[in-house]
């Protein structure tokens, strides 16, 4: 990027989240060049207020809209009737109304190209005459610190209407707007073509390696006969294995929670105690031992509820909220309720259970039950089954699994570093043009795609 100290000269700005703009740049309220507009949810309980012909944008729609990576919306989940739109405080915005989110996805922004109404988590910007759309759109994708900084609650956050109403943007002239945006949407689609062929990679390593768990767990390694299982998920097996109730080779605990009333219970603590939010570590199947649990409890509050102590080597699995991740103790530990664990006997080891569970994404995602917080309930584990191979061909597969997934995990690492970069670049380049550091009348050829 080129430096516009040789093109233009610049003042002090009084946006917060900007040091300085061109000279000849305004600084102004977002809503006196743009008239604020905000939504409503009519009457759920009123069915003669749904199922019309009125797009009604929600949090759903903005979530699907930023998945999709359009800066556009034209369809909704949802459609409200003139009647529900008449009874409710909302009212339709035109095709070409800015969205941005204010609560729950706080800052999300988009482009309606339809007229639309929506809820109350959102306020709508209907850009007048000195003011482009696209640009604005650009600006609310540069201030995700500002909104950071705005944002007040602690269970549930939100920008409230008086931040929104004093909310600051820059402001060139509109010719000059039209320059950015037409830069940016070049840029960006460029960005964005690269990301895609780095997601694709990705995604056929990630297939690559998963093959490689489930095809060692269930065939083992060189050619062998197969045969049915008879079971679901694992299809054709070895015909030299076993096919075995993991109950049978692995003895299954559960865990607890000490009383939280009992202050007793959470003092000196000094017992490794495994909840859900260490599975964040192990999102993705790339981590496999447990040393270090974020929670402990005392031997007090264990002896005094569900919860004992698993030897090191336990393989645990969560099976509530984060259902179907998996790990290795690393130590001894108790559990919360959350988790079935298995500690391994003579015949299996916990490294090849480790990868069996690893291969079972899709029989987890038929097991689990509940619409709010879904759970695979414990007759259901309890009814597991495993392929068992030999003990030393178990250990033969495990050291083949690592070796090979190695290399896709270093390839896997690669591109997420290269995607990062990328995206870092996508944020940099969009602030960059919005606050009048790049000349883009001038500026060619900021980033080259590939032929």
């Known amino acids: ?55 009604w944008f929600s949090l759903s729609d903005m979530s699907r809209v930023r998945e999709s990576g359009s800066r556009y919306v034209s369809e909704t989940n949802e459609y409200i009737t003139k009647k529900g739109l008449n009874n409710a405080s909302t009212r339709l915005v035109p095709s070409g109304t800015v969205i941005l989110s204010r609560t729950a996805t706080i800052g999300f922004t988009c482009i309606l190209k339809v007229e639309a109404a929506t809820d109350q988590s959102m306020v709508n910007w209907v850009c007048g005459d000195e003011l482009i759309p696209e640009f604005l759109y650009y600006v609310f994708e540069s201030m995700g610190e500002e909104f950071d900084r705005l944002a007040e609650g602690s269970t549930h956050k939100s920008i409230y209407m008086p931040d929104v109403r004093s909310i600051k943007i820059p402001l060139p002239p509109v010719e000059e707007q039209s320059k950015i945006v037409k830069f940016l949407n070049n840029q960006l689609d460029i960005i964005s073509t690269l990301l895609n062929k780095f997601d694709k990679i990705r995604e056929a390593a990630e297939r690559k390696k998963n093959s490689i768990v489930s095809g060692a767990v269930t065939h083992g390694l060189g050619n062998s006969n197969t045969t049915d299982s008879g079971v679901g998920w694992i299809g054709q097996v070895n015909s030299d294995w076993d096919v075995i109730s993991t109950k049978f080779v692995a003895q299954l605990e559960s865990g607890h929670t000490p009383d939280r009333s009992k202050d007793e219970y959470w003092e000196n603590t000094n017992i490794p105690w495994l909840t859900t939010s260490d599975i964040k570590k192990f999102r993705g199947n790339k981590k496999r031992y447990l040393h270090e649990t974020e929670n402990q409890i005392s031997e007090l509050g264990m002896e005094n509820s569900g919860a004992h102590l698993l030897p090191e080597g336990t393989v645990f699995l969560s099976r509530t909220a984060s259902v179907g991740f998996s790990g290795i103790m690393g130590k001894p530990m108790a559990t919360s309720q959350d988790f079935a664990n298995w500690v391994c006997g003579d015949e299996i080891i916990p490294e090849y259970l480790l990868y069996v569970f690893r291969s079972m994404e899709q029989e987890f995602e038929r097991l689990m039950q509940g619409s709010t917080h879904q759970t695979i309930y414990m007759p259901d584990i309890k009814s597991f089954k495993t392929p068992l191979p030999p003990v030393e061909e178990q250990r033969e597969i495990v050291e083949h699994v690592e070796t090979e997934t190695e290399r896709l995990w270093e390839l896997i690492d690669r591109v997420d570093e290269t995607i990062d970069l990328l995206e870092e670049k996508r944020q940099a380049l969009i602030t960059a043009a919005v606050t009048g550091q790049i000349d883009v009348s001038e500026e060619k050829g900021v980033i080259q795609g590939d032929d």
């Open 1 to 55: 990027m080129s430096d516009l100290s040789a093109y233009r000269d610049y003042r002090e700005s009084s946006i917060p989240w900007i040091a300085t703009i061109p000279a000849h740049w305004e600084d102004v309220r977002a809503r006196f060049v743009a008239r604020l507009e905000t939504g409503h949810t009519p009457d759920r309980d009123e069915s003669s207020y749904w199922d019309g012909d009125i797009p």
